[in-house]
């Protein structure tokens, strides 16, 4: 298994277009940036009130998922599309543990770039607000730990992309689910009475995210819950790549 996981971050490394996609994770940092430039102008002309800084997480929330599922497409629809994927299945006999190696290889570069993101953020958010008493300390409920679970999403959402390119063997196609998914809870909800439409729009990763780590009005889901259904992407992900790849000619 750690060969064949060593073999799958040399392939992952070795894509031009996994630095493209690292790369673009910093437009969140720039984001939150400018946000808090923005609160803090507000702030200097009119004093308390308004939106506050708190870790600007929120923001730039909707960016990193989107950007680490691409990851895991990349790690393997141009497999598909080169037809190398016959070579990697000639040479790695078990499926499941070439879908589990590769899950493992995406999440981890996920959740070590997007838990850095997530601190330089923070640092950033924070270095803007100055003095000003707007921003979020450490010190305060739920910041911590809104920093620490960032990783934990994207690692999710690098597992939901690997597995929606091995269901649909399409660079292109899985791209659009990667974009049209997230969207999806956000029009329901307009036509859902409550409480499901709160519910509904507590199901991205995003949401999931900032309930685990227990955010003040982040969902209707409790930190527990959050967790399971989090989980629950990544299983279902996988089985159904897994179903994907045992069942169907490549």
């Keep these: 298994m750690m060969d064949i996981v060593a073999s799958e971050w040399v392939k992952l490394r070795s894509l031009r277009a996994t630095y493209y996609v690292l790369a673009s994770t910093l437009s969140a940092l720039v984001l939150a940036g400018f946000a808090a430039y923005s609160i803090s102008r507000y702030f200097d002309a009119n004093g308390l009130g308004g939106e506050p800084i708190g870790t600007r997480l929120g923001l730039s929330s909707d960016i990193p998922p989107v950007l680490f599922g691409m990851l895991g497409v990349f790690a393997i629809s141009g497999e598909y599309t080169t037809g190398m994927i016959r ?132 969902g209707a889901l409790g930190p527990a819950t959050a967790a399971a259904i989090l989980m629950g992407y990544v299983v279902a992900s996988l089985l159904l790549g897994a179903l994907a790849i045992n069942h169907r000619d490549v």
């Design 87 to 218: 070579l990697t299945l000639t040479t790695v006999r078990s499926r499941w543990t070439l879908l589990l190696a590769k899950a493992v290889v995406v999440a981890a570069v996920a959740a070590v770039v997007g838990q850095t993101l997530a601190f330089a953020t923070y640092v950033t958010a924070q270095a803007v607000v100055g003095g000003r008493p707007i921003g979020a300390s450490f010190a305060e409920h739920a910041a911590l730990t809104e920093v620490l679970t960032t990783g934990a999403g994207c690692a999710v959402a690098a597992v939901v992309g690997l597995g929606l390119a091995t269901v649909l063997r399409s660079t292109p196609a899985a791209l659009i689910a990667l974009v049209v998914l997230p969207l999806s809870p956000a029009v329901l909800e307009r036509f859902l009475p409550a409480p499901w439409n709160d519910w509904i729009s507590s199901l991205t990763i995003p949401s999931l995210t900032r309930q685990l780590a227990a955010v003040p009005d982040a």
